[in-house]
T-cell receptor
Framework: TQLLEQSPQFLSIQEGENLTVYCNSS?????LQWYRQEPGEGPVLLVT?????EVKKLKRLTFQFGDARKDSSLHITAAQPGDTGLYLC???????????FGEGTQLTVNP | DTGVSQDPRHKITKRGQNVTFRCDPI?????LYWYRQTLGQGPEFLTY????????KSRLLSDRFSAERPKGSFSTLEIQRTEQGDSAMYLC?????????????FGPGTRLTVL
């Protein structure tokens, strides 16, 4: 059973476009983390959101945690080819426990 | 500041052989996690340690898999009698328990191919 549903699974856009990736669940998470992964490498942590309704910005990336702490979104403004990669959301049910990952969104930004 | 390291980065083995992977966490981190990732999927949890104690094991971790963290520092993951279905990326992550929330930092992974 996939507790975290990510959409879309694949996204191919042109440089300069905006995009949003969604991460949804019926379960409540104590925190949610977003990672970016390159082929053949481990996931790299981008951000952790903890409080319902929280918004965090990382340059052109904006992360939001849903009010009920069941869902999250990642918005990228003016995407660049360097943003290409696999974006993963991962939720933690209780602090310090395992992470449950979504299936990932493979983003390709074409120059 | 060194991150999580894993060794080897790649391993090719024949079906039925045993393999062992090593993970060195970030030095002050007391929690260590193992995950497995197959192509096109997100990582799946296998097991985790707090210091040297193994606190949880996934049902994915069959009796052919064993993990240890003998002194609460590095960890090893052994797979006995490998099968082709064991081919995957094995990821290690570490975190520091006493923070308000648990940020896990991943190593580069070990890519296992079972022929």
């Amino acid at each position: 059973t996939q507790l975290l549903e990510q959409s879309p699974q694949f996204l191919s856009i042109q440089e300069g476009e905006n995009l949003t990736v969604y991460c949804n669940s019926s379960s409540v998470f104590s925190s949610l983390q977003w990672y970016r992964q390159e082929p053949g490498e481990g996931p790299v942590l981008l951000v952790t959101v903890v409080t319902g309704g929280e918004v965090k910005k990382l340059k052109r990336l904006t992360f939001q945690f849903g009010d009920a702490r069941k869902d999250s979104s990642l918005h990228i403004t003016a995407a660049q080819p360097g943003d290409t990669g696999l974006y993963l959301c991962a939720g933690e049910r209780t602090s310090g426990s395992r992470l449950t990952f979504g299936e990932g969104t493979q983003l390709t930004v074409n120059p | 500041d060194t991150g999580v390291s894993q060794d080897p980065r790649h391993k090719i083995t024949k079906r039925g052989q045993n393999v062992t992977f090593r993970c060195d966490p970030i030095s002050e981190h007391n929690r260590l996690y193992w995950y497995r990732q197959t192509l096109g999927q997100g990582p799946e949890f296998l097991t985790y340690f707090q210091n040297e104690a193994q606190l949880e094991k996934s049902r994915l971790l069959s009796d052919r898999f064993s993990a240890e963290r003998p002194k609460g520092s590095f960890s090893t993951l052994e797979i006995q009698r490998t099968e082709q279905g064991d081919s995957a990326m094995y990821l290690c992550a570490s975190s520091f328990r006493d923070r308000a929330y648990n940020e896990q930092f991943f190593g580069p992974g070990t890519r296992l191919t079972v022929l």
